[in-house]
């Protein structure tokens, strides 16, 4: 089992940036491929980005590609989500996810650990 913490959400103005961490306990990081997904008030929570076990896949949802960059450090068991030009619409509690399997996946449900939410704000 993991046991994911977020870090790095809080309020900024469109165009500005943030990078959010996640911070995953436990020997086995590695072995997770992991995803980041979003919430916004009154809507279903929505994939954002996902990367490999390695670090060398990595998958965007349309709507953030260009903007947003998932990165992760296996010696330091976070993985990262650096986000740019945001937008009003960024504007979400992001969650840190990690599915046991190996395909880098898109789907919520594929998903087998989460953390409990870092609320990003973007004012216009």
């Known amino acids: 089992q993991v046991q994911l913490v977020e870090s790095g959400g809080g309020l900024v103005q469109a165009g500005g940036s943030l990078r959010l961490s996640c911070a995953a306990s436990?020997?086995?990081?590695?072995?997770?491929?992991m995803g980041w997904f979003r919430q916004a008030p009154g809507k279903e929570r929505a994939f954002v980005a996902a990367?490999?076990?390695?670090?060398?896949?990595?998958v965007y949802a349309d709507s953030v590609k260009g903007r947003i960059t998932i990165s992760r450090d296996n010696a330091k068991n976070t993985v990262y989500l650096q986000m740019n030009s945001l937008k009003p619409e960024d504007t979400a509690v992001y969650y840190c996810?990690?599915?046991?399997?190996?395909?880098?996946?898109?789907?919520?449900?594929?998903?087998?650990?989460w953390g409990q939410g870092t609320q990003v704000t973007v004012s216009s």
């Open positions: 990367i490999s076990r390695s670090g060398g896949s990595r």
């Open positions: 436990g020997r086995t990081f590695s072995s997770y491929v």
């Open positions: 996810a990690a599915d046991k399997g190996i395909v880098v996946a898109r789907g919520r449900l594929e998903y087998d650990y």
